[in-house]
């Protein structure tokens, strides 16, 4: 069985693996603490063309997710998001767990607009019983969306602005952020994400790390006292090194954007392809992540053999699915999973 189901079957990428490996019996202090730890800051601070970021090291997705949303928010805010964003629908409520309301707008292909954001504070503040509701916070966006799709860099710093305008920290999820920057569709850069967003993470776990996400942050006053929260909330990893060493790695000789850039290639043969069948898609996306719409029965023959992900009815004949590459897939299981679908004579 062939996997197109998400973007971190793969274990890590090998020079990751020797680099854990060669570190292995060294002796170092823990909690993020140690010389890996801080080589992998200082690469990731030259990478955003800024050396006064804040940079840690969390274990995982959801953990920095509700980290960073717990931290930035006081007890009475919410977090606005898309309907469809991360911590929406994805993580099993942790972050009303922790006592905040996600506060969703309705989203086009994943996205949100300034306009939308400006409109929700400014109707909360024009309540006249506006401390019975919640108080929008912050703002968080994915990038790219759960959909593939990205905000230009247009969009992020008219995001940006609105957020500067009304005091709202501006958050970017980057757990698949490798795989936007590496798209040929994006005219964003890691810079501009470092310069436009108040916090963002550097998605390790789905990009060729063994798990592990980089927080990253321009705001000192913000991330004040934010190891207690890391702590607080699961997410420091007393081996800490162990991070360090994968995002040290990751940002030798552009390691990240390069395995990054390997992923998206694969999905767009696979785009192609289908495109030449045909295919329609449920949108259109740029990055790993590839959505058409096939007829049922194919879709049931497909499964025989490949993992992927059913997504969408779009009516009683058709599904819309979701094939994601990653960092480790491979041409030959591309190659075998265009065959099928050509044997398929999928239209």
Request: contains cysteine; glycine residues 8%.
């Amino acid at each position: 069985m062939i996997q197109f189901q998400c973007d971190y079957n793969e274990g890590a990428h090998p020079k990751v693996m020797q680099r854990l490996l060669e570190t292995n019996m060294e002796q170092t202090v823990g909690y993020g603490e140690d010389l890996y730890c801080e080589s992998a800051r200082r690469r990731i601070q030259e990478a955003c063309g800024n050396p006064d970021l804040q940079v840690h090291f969390l274990v995982g997705g959801t953990q920095t997710n509700t980290t960073v949303i717990a931290h930035l928010l006081r007890p009475h805010q919410g977090v606005v998001a898309a309907e469809s964003g991360h911590i929406s629908v994805h993580e099993t409520g942790a972050i009303e767990h922790t006592g905040h309301k996600v506060l969703a707008l309705p989203a086009h292909e994943g996205k949100i607009t300034a306009a939308q954001v400006e409109n929700l504070v400014l109707e909360h503040r024009a309540d006249s019983s506006f401390e019975h509701t919640v108080q929008p916070g912050m703002v968080y966006i994915s990038f790219p969306t759960e959909f593939g799709t990205l905000y230009s860099l247009t969009e992020l710093e008219a995001l940006s602005d609105v957020c500067q305008k009304y005091a709202l920290p501006l958050f970017i999820d980057g757990a698949r952020l490798g795989y936007g920057l590496a798209s040929p569709a994006c005219d964003v850069a890691l810079s501009d994400i470092a310069r436009l967003a108040d916090v963002f993470y550097i998605g390790g776990t789905k990009v060729g790390a063994l798990f592990g996400e980089a927080v990253v942050s321009k705001s000192h006053a913000l991330m004040r006292d934010f190891r207690y929260s890391i702590k607080q909330h699961g997410g420091m990893l007393a081996k800490g090194r162990l991070l360090g060493l994968q995002f040290e790695a990751l940002f030798t000789d552009n390691l990240y954007l390069d395995i990054s850039r390997h992923a998206v290639n694969q999905a767009l043969r696979i785009k192609k392809a289908l495109q030449d069948l045909g295919v329609p898609f449920l949108m259109e996306s740029p990055t790993n992540q590839q959505f058409p719409i096939l007829p049922n029965d194919a879709v049931e023959r497909l499964s025989k053999k490949f993992l992927f992900t059913p997504w969408q009815r779009v009516d009683e004949s058709h599904t819309a699915i979701r094939i994601c590459t990653s960092w480790g897939t491979t041409a030959e299981n591309v190659d075998t999973l265009i065959a099928e679908m050509q044997n398929l004579a999928i239209s």
